[in-house]
């Protein structure tokens, strides 16, 4: 954890001559609900954000698809993809913690610069969600297939499921039923998804999200990760938002939507996502363990994000810079 710290450090630091205030002024601004914000950094030409520390390898994938011709659409989608098949990752994928039955329940959905949209929801033994995502997007007149209708259909449009046993996952389960307590606990070492969004050299915007949602969460539940609006909104004219942390909240407040569309009324970016935990903070009278942290990007390249408390941390790929930034937070951990 300390080298995974200094490395965040040595990325802010790195990014300072170029995106000069952004940090430190977010840093001021945290715990001051009052406070202005954060002035937004800001990119020239291409640009890939994601959640977490797991974005940086995530951006590496979706960056090199753009740098090799890619669309932007591609990028979001291979570069999450990374993800979901990395199976020590235990809250995205089929690596990913189970609910209180035992089962890995996956969650994603794709945006594009027109606001096409792609999402599956409670789908079992697919490696890759996020592209069953797009299939539905490109292929159906819907926007969103779930459970044993969304496997079913996958199948029949080529994708193959598979199954996956780990056994450190089985461990912890069998743990878990001893006393069979749900925390949703969402924070910088146990999240629940990745979340990203990218703009290509022409100005072209797309998003993705992909998760295998809170572990030992009821059979059945979506969180907000597969919800257009919730965990990921897309406009082409304005911007690109996403979500990350408990789902229940961020679908309440139509997390993503709402980001955006401040930004359609001329808010900093950085701005946008602290209000929006703002407004989820004004109806949680006890926040504690509820991390929820939001990531925007708008159309002329600013970009930044927020969070409930401290912890959550981004990962942004531009021509000058790739850097993992903690972003700014209204309430500190103690």
Not at 285 to 313: C, H, I, T
Request: aromatic share 6%; charged share 20%.
């Amino acid at each position: 954890m300390s080298d995974r710290r200094k490395f965040i450090k040595l990325g802010v630091a790195g990014t300072a001559a170029l995106v000069t205030g952004c940090v430190g002024k977010n840093e001021e601004a945290a715990g001051d609900p009052k406070g202005a914000g954060g002035t937004s950094a800001q990119a020239k030409g291409a640009i890939v954000l994601s959640t977490w520390d797991h974005g940086m390898p995530a951006n590496a994938k979706a960056w090199s698809v753009l740098q090799g011709g890619g669309s932007v659409l591609d990028a979001v989608e291979q570069g999450v993809g990374v993800i979901e098949s990395d199976f020590s990752n235990r809250s995205v994928g089929l690596g990913g913690m189970p609910d209180r039955d035992g089962h890995v329940t996956l969650d994603a959905c794709i945006q594009d610069h027109e606001g096409r949209a792609g999402a599956v929801a409670f789908v079992q033994r697919f490696e890759h969600p996020i592209s069953i995502a797009r299939a539905v997007m490109e292929r159906t007149p819907h926007v969103m297939l779930v459970g044993a209708g969304a496997e079913r259909w996958a199948q029949e449009n080529g994708f193959s499921p598979r199954d996956v046993d780990i056994p450190e996952v089985r461990k912890a389960w069998t743990e878990w039923l001893k006393k069979g307590e749900y925390v949703p606990v969402a924070n910088v070492e146990n999240h629940d998804t990745i979340g990203m969004v990218a703009m290509d050299a022409q100005g072209r915007l797309a998003g993705s999200c992909t998760t295998s949602g809170m572990a030992f969460k009821v059979h059945g539940r979506v969180g907000d990760s597969p919800i257009i609006g919730a965990g990921l909104f897309v406009d082409g004219e304005v911007g690109a938002a996403c979500a990350t942390g408990v789902g229940e909240l961020v679908i309440r407040n139509a997390g993503s939507h709402t980001v955006v569309e401040l930004m359609r009324a001329g808010w900093d970016p950085t701005d946008a996502c602290r209000e929006a935990v703002q407004r989820i903070l004004r109806k949680l009278p006890d926040p504690s363990g509820m991390q929820v942290g939001f990531l925007a990007l708008r159309k002329d390249g600013s970009y930044g994000g927020w969070s409930v408390f401290n912890g959550f941390n981004y990962a942004v790929r531009f021509t000058e810079q790739e850097a993992l930034v903690d972003a700014g937070h209204e309430l500190k951990l103690p």
